[in-house]
């Protein structure tokens, strides 16, 4: 009963105000890509067509409050209809949450905590993201109170701590390991990987990893003007006329990095991101509540430009491992993050013959 293969994919119209039009979209697949956002103004439509018309469905969202809102709303209906919903499967959060469960399958032991260190190289024409990616930041931001209520209503359980807890960097800091310093992450990885941990350790009793997310931003001047934009981005963020003014104007709020057009191809070209796990545990026959971790490793993705290389690839594979590794995935329909989803699949082996690569830079020490 499973559709087959076409030789040639038509073009469907449908508009995320039309019920009716993605329902009938909906209806004709086994999966939809969806690749529109702000997803918290343009998201739930698609969600919900397709879970109600048997559809999965994967997106490329790095907004918490969507992702773990449609969790809340969907993952029983999901589960039901046996349909997967798999949110922030591009440059969030594919990288950081597989990263992570990479770098714990190469430990010969027990993984206990990894600090991610981002790290984005730009070639002489620069770099910059559109707006769209902008926009779901200010919207995010401002709305933090709401994810904090929409959290306690889902009543997490909290995920244990195993081994001496992570130390939370501060807001800037020199890093030794690169020579440079650094900030915390503020896209949806942490938490991400965070709701991955959590299915892991309740479904399969794998032992959680804590988790830090950080990007390089190289010297003393940088961080001056970070400072200065970020701290301007957080009062603007929390009134209206603030929000309406930083999407508007993107480009100056965030010093050119965000414009309206987006990059261009030798911008794309010359772009390429290198994210650095740091991870921490106890080698194989130690007790992981005993005594300080006692092992150490540190792996590397590498890929070309995040937003429209990166991104296309990572949610390209994640489609064809859901259709593909069938059997390896959770095996009821729900709502999941990555990690969750595709822990025991093959895309990792499909993103690194892609571009998109995983590996090993120091072997675990004892």
């Known amino acids: 009963g499973k559709a087959a293969l076409g030789a040639e994919v038509g073009v469907l119209l449908c508009d995320v105000g039309d019920a009716a039009s993605l329902a009938a979209m909906a209806r004709q697949t086994r999966l939809v890509l969806n690749c529109v956002g702000p997803y918290r103004f343009f998201g739930e439509p698609v969600v919900e067509a397709c879970v109600e018309n048997g559809a999965s469905c994967i997106d490329i969202s790095g907004e918490p409050q969507f992702l773990e809102g449609m969790y809340l709303k969907y993952n029983e209906k999901a589960a039901e209809k046996g349909v997967y919903v798999i949110g922030s499967c591009g440059f969030d959060s594919i990288p950081a949450d597989m990263g992570v469960l990479y770098t714990r399958d190469k430990l010969k032991g027990t993984l206990t905590a990894v600090e991610s260190f981002l790290k984005v190289k730009s070639g002489p024409e620069g770099s910059?993201?559109?707006?769209?990616?902008?926009?779901?930041?200010?919207?995010?931001?401002?709305?933090?109170?709401?994810?904090?209520?929409?959290?306690k209503k889902i009543g997490y359980a909290?995920?244990?701590?195993?081994?001496?807890?992570?130390?939370r960097r501060g807001l800037v800091f020199y890093s030794q390991e690169f020579k440079g310093y650094s900030i915390p992450f503020v896209g949806s990885d942490v938490s991400v990987v965070k709701r991955s941990q959590r299915y892991l350790?309740?479904?399969l009793q794998e032992t959680p990893v804590q988790y830090g997310a950080y990007?390089?931003?190289?010297?003393?001047?940088?961080?001056?003007?970070?400072?200065?934009?970020?701290?301007?981005?957080?009062?603007?963020?929390?009134?209206?006329?603030?929000?309406?003014l930083l999407t508007k104007y993107p480009e100056f709020f965030s010093a050119g990095h965000f414009t309206k057009k987006g990059p261009t191809q030798k911008q794309m070209d010359g772009t390429s991101f290198t994210m650095?796990?740091?991870?921490?545990?106890?080698?194989?026959?130690?007790?992981?509540?005993?005594?300080?971790?006692n092992v150490k490793i540190c792996t590397e993705v590498r890929g070309p430009e995040p937003g429209y290389v990166t991104?296309?690839?990572?949610?390209?594979?994640?489609?064809?491992?859901?259709?593909?590794?069938?059997?390896?995935?959770?095996?009821?329909g729900g709502v999941y993050s990555p990690g969750a989803a595709f822990s025991k699949t093959k895309l990792i082996d499909r993103l690194n013959k892609r571009g998109v690569e995983f590996s090993v830079i120091s072997k675990p020490e004892v």
């Open 128 to 151: 910059c993201i559109h707006d769209g990616t902008w926009k779901s930041a200010v919207y995010g931001l401002g709305d933090l109170d709401n994810l904090r209520k929409l959290r």
């Open 158 to 167: 909290p995920v244990p701590v195993v081994g001496p807890k992570l130390k």
């Open 311 to 332: 991104t296309p690839i990572a949610m390209v594979q994640a489609a064809i491992s859901l259709l593909e590794d069938e059997t390896c995935l959770p095996k009821q």
């Open 276 to 293: 650095t796990f740091f991870g921490e545990g106890y080698s194989e026959g130690q007790d992981p509540q005993n005594g300080k971790p």
């Open 215 to 244: 990007v390089n931003v190289g010297g003393l001047g940088s961080v001056i003007k970070l400072m200065f934009a970020g701290i301007l981005v957080f009062l603007l963020v929390k009134f209206s006329f603030g929000r309406t």
């Open 201 to 203: 350790h309740t479904e």
